[in-house]
């Protein structure tokens, strides 16, 4: 434990502990309600570079008070002493640690965490952040089947260049080489992640060598899911961030879509219950002295996912393993293949010497939690279990000597001695600046038929349409949730112009449904879905009955059934026993006759082409005539 402790708490457990930071359960003396408490380790208190990416964090946190993100009560900031967060405590467990012991989810599971999230990622994206490291140990499921986004330790703005940092196993290709990272890093991950729910397994693995080269330019095995849900993996996981979701809440709205098609409509609380009893089943495990567990000691890792000691891992370049970096004077090598562990992706060279053995991988480096501001979130700690009570009351306030009951006021702060030490350089207008992307909005709308049917279906145009503020080329295509799409098209739209870009769908039946959404790929990504939608009757299906037949044998007989209504093309069939030399086809009788004196009972059915078929039949007679004469 460490000396210092946040004033006005009761410590009751450790949560989980890491190279850079451990995490307690705590109970606020006034108030009774139960948090979380990460405190950064001594050592990396005393780095002035490790502190300003916690307070970052901490700023990060501040700003996100949504349902769908771990909440922040407090910082504690003790000069000379340490550093704190006081946060929520969640009942319940990762969802890497539901995968794993649990198996994939179904679908409908999945798509609530899914959408869950991308609304957690919505709101950091609002607000210009990016979490960047999205993966199962930084979601947390509770007992009510709700999903929690956590650990912003490695968050950067939207458009930052900054180190090379991930998990591997959930990387977007852009992450490998260094690229800003923007909302689309956030969506490829949180797709991967969905692939994953889906399956028990990630889309892809190996090696940090094998993984980088898989995600710049590996298809995504699609072919392990669902059929609803390919179309988006693969938008989700576009090699090209423009050929992504432009906005987390644009593709929220497609999936719910989709899923409102695929899976019916109350999808999401069947999903919500699966995932609540899983995590309750999971919960009982765990607290039952299941895999080592004593009582009640298993807690879910806050900011970080429960099951595993995180490692730190500097891995050279996009494809090599070995990477040196300088600490303060010391040169240290870290060498590991750690792929579900946060990496730091940097040079293979080492600073200052050019001395091979220094390259050389060093025992224990690899979770020796050396401080490090690229990769941030291994002051993450791991916990070996589940949490058992989340905060009911209003969320705590606490500075280094608060004893106060807690309250919904703005958490306080207790200053450092000195001021804050800048992670950032000033900002300076660069010598030239490219022309901001184009405003580009599309727009669908729904295409119908209902009331009484036209006499055949035929195709139904969507209509869609593209706008922008300046002169542009953009790339489209319509994807269409029965599993059809168009291919890419180009148009070219006129400064301030509206272009109209329509589809055309033939439907199944005349109670026919699906969604359709325009999605324009580039200059930038956009989309905008519709509904098609056929609700129509057909007339009444008859059959007019011919009453009794009289063919004379020998001579060439053709009968040819009267029918209204319903919609072809039809279906006839006969039942009986037809006269020797006739035969029956598509509602024709014809043939000519060959024996007379027996009368022949028959009956004509039809049946018309619908998503409810209607039927019709007639019985007749048919008794033929020996020539006369």
Not at 190 to 208: I, Q
Not at 303 to 315: D, H, I
Not at 336 to 352: E, H, I, M
Not at 393 to 415: F, G
Request: aromatic share 6%.
């Amino acid at each position: 434990m460490s000396a210092w402790a946040v004033p006005g708490y009761t410590e009751e457990r450790e949560i989980g502990r890491g190279a850079s930071s451990r995490v307690v359960a705590a109970v606020h003396m006034h108030s009774g309600q139960q948090v979380a408490i990460k405190y950064l380790a001594p050592k990396l208190f005393r780095d002035p570079n490790f502190l300003a990416r916690f307070r970052e964090e901490v700023e990060v946190l501040r700003s996100l008070d949504v349902p769908e993100v771990v909440r922040l009560y407090d910082y504690v900031e003790d000069p000379g002493q340490g550093a704190a967060i006081v946060m929520e405590l969640v009942e319940g467990v990762s969802l890497h640690e539901m995968i794993t012991r649990q198996g994939p989810t179904t679908p409908e599971s999945a798509l609530v965490v899914l959408v869950g999230s991308l609304l957690g990622l919505a709101s950091a994206h609002e607000l210009g952040i990016v979490h960047r490291d999205y993966k199962p140990e930084n979601v947390l499921v509770d007992s009510a089947g709700n999903s929690k986004l956590t650990d912003f330790g490695i968050a950067v703005r939207a458009g930052e260049r900054g180190p090379a940092t991930g998990t591997p196993l959930y990387m977007a290709p852009e992450q490998w080489t260094g690229e800003p990272a923007t909302q689309a890093t956030d969506i490829y991950s949180a797709t991967a992640v969905f692939f994953e729910c889906l399956t028990g397994t990630t889309p892809f693995s190996g090696g940090l060598g094998r993984l980088a080269e898989q995600h710049r330019t590996a298809p995504v095995p699609v072919a392990m899911i669902d059929q609803p849900l390919r179309a988006f993996i693969e938008r989700g996981m576009a090699k090209d961030p423009r050929n992504r979701p432009a906005h987390a809440v644009e593709f929220v709205a497609e999936l719910i879509s989709v899923a409102d098609y695929a899976y019916g409509q109350d999808w999401a609380e069947r999903g919500k219950g699966e995932l609540a009893k899983r995590a309750a089943a999971l919960l009982l495990l765990l607290l039952g002295g299941v895999a080592g567990a004593t009582g009640g000691s298993f807690a879910a890792t806050l900011l970080g996912g429960a099951g595993r000691r995180k490692r730190t891992v500097f891995a050279g370049a996009a494809v090599g393993i070995v990477a040196a970096i300088a600490v303060t004077t010391t040169t240290l090598a870290l060498q590991s293949n750690d792929t579900r562990a946060t990496t730091g992706l940097a040079s293979t060279s080492t600073p200052g010497t050019g001395d091979p053995a220094a390259n050389s991988p060093t025992s224990g480096a690899a979770t020796a939690g050396t401080p490090t501001t690229s990769s941030p979130t291994a002051s993450s700690p791991t916990a070996s279990g589940t949490a058992t009570a989340s905060p009911t009351t209003n969320p705590p306030t606490s500075s280094a000597s608060a004893t106060s009951a807690p309250t919904t006021s703005a958490p306080a702060t207790t200053a450092p001695a000195t001021k804050p030490p800048t992670t950032k350089p000033p900002t300076t207008t660069p010598p030239t600046t490219p022309p901001p992307a184009p405003v580009i909005t599309v727009a669908a709308s729904p295409a119908t038929v209902s009331g009484a049917c036209p006499e055949s279906l035929s195709g139904l145009t969507v209509p869609g349409t593209i706008s922008s503020d300046r002169a542009v080329t953009v790339t489209y295509h319509w994807v269409r949730s029965n599993q059809t799409s168009t291919g890419s098209a180009q148009v070219k739209i006129p400064a301030g112009g509206t272009v109209s870009v329509p589809d055309s769908v033939t439907p199944a039946s005349n109670q026919w449904e699906i969604a359709d959404t325009l999605v324009v790929t580039s200059p930038s990504s956009h989309s905008a879905g519709t509904k098609v939608a056929v609700q129509c009757s057909y007339q009444a299906l008859t059959l007019t009955n011919p009453g009794t037949q009289f063919p004379t044998v020998g001579q060439s007989f053709t009968l040819s059934l009267q029918l209204s209504g319903g919609n072809g093309p039809y279906s006839w069939s006969v039942t009986g026993t037809l006269p020797p030399g006739l035969s029956f086809s598509n509602g024709v009788v014809s043939g000519i006759p060959t024996l007379s004196g027996k009368r022949y009972h028959v009956t004509i059915t039809v049946t018309d082409n619908e998503a409810t078929p209607q039927t019709a039949s007639a019985s007749f007679i048919i008794d033929p005539l020996s020539p006369i004469g």
